[in-house]
């Protein structure tokens, strides 16, 4: 995996019962402090990349990696608004959002920051990237740069799926994993038709699971949108192909 030079580091790690180390991690990037999170585990098979929701790294991030740490994965929740950009309101949220949908070669610095961070990090050599929601998104503008091929594979968890105008394919993606609810109706099915369709003509290797009645944002626990169901099923999907990908 090629890896990418560093900028400035802070290195601020907390423990954690169930990964081998976890906690914040600050550092900066594109001359914003990022605030993200690491968790560690004790013999690491690869490294998976979190790109968070629209509500920024939450309990719910932090939850996954710790998760993916005790399973053997080092895990690293990467900052995309900033550590003193407000999430707590609706607005607030539009905001970020709609910042890097407007700036899309900040998006991408942010991405490349947090990729060069959890390199400072990990030992692991190989690398997959996760996105949930606007995460989501996220992790296909990164398959659909120049720098795809830095990840061994790219999975979506009830992410944004429609390519933006202007935005195209740079080649052929590593394989990408698209898991999505029938009952979505923030990012109905329509558009991850769209985007099979702009996989096929690449020849991309991909997998497009769909769960019934399942909502948007169906793998928050404590949320309204919340399906065990639909939870369960796509991390065991998720869990094939970690161990596909990184080589268990």
């Avoid at 991408?108 to 961070?117: D, F, N, R, Y």
């Avoid at 990090?121 to 091929?149: D, K, P, Q």
């Avoid at 009952?183 to 290797?205: C, K, S």
Wanted: with cysteine; proline share 4%.
């Amino acid at each position: 995996m090629m890896r990418i030079a560093c900028a400035s580091l802070l290195l601020v790690l907390g423990v954690s019962a169930a990964p081998a180390m976890a906690g914040d991690i600050a550092y900066e990037a594109a001359g914003q402090k990022l605030t993200g999170y690491f968790a560690e585990a004790k013999d690491p098979k690869g490294l998976v990349l979190i790109l968070h929701d629209w509500d920024g790294i939450s309990d719910h991030e932090r939850a996954r990696a710790d998760r993916l740490a005790k399973m053997g994965y080092d895990s690293f929740a990467l900052d995309l608004f900033g550590a003193d950009i407000p999430v707590e309101t609706l607005e607030d949220r539009i905001a970020a959002v709609e910042k890097l949908q407007k700036d899309r070669r900040l998006m991408q610095g942010l991405i490349s920051a947090g990729v060069a961070q959890a390199n400072a990090l990990t030992r692991a050599e190989e690398m997959v990237v996760i996105g949930y929601c606007f995460g989501g998104g996220a992790a296909l503008a990164m398959a659909r740069s120049e720098f795809a091929e830095q990840a061994r594979g790219y999975a979506i968890f009830h992410g944004n799926l429609a390519t933006p105008e202007g935005e195209e394919w740079s080649s052929t993606p590593p394989p990408i994993l698209i898991m999505h609810g029938g009952a979505d109706e923030a990012v109905p099915v329509v558009e991850g038709i769209a985007l099979m369709q702009e996989l096929e003509a690449l020849d991309a290797d991909y997998t497009f699971e769909i769960y019934s009645g399942a909502p948007h944002g169906f793998t928050v626990s404590g949320s309204d949108a919340y399906q065990p169901r639909a939870d369960e099923q796509s991390w065991h999907t998720l869990t094939d192909f970690l161990a596909e990908r990184l080589g268990e």
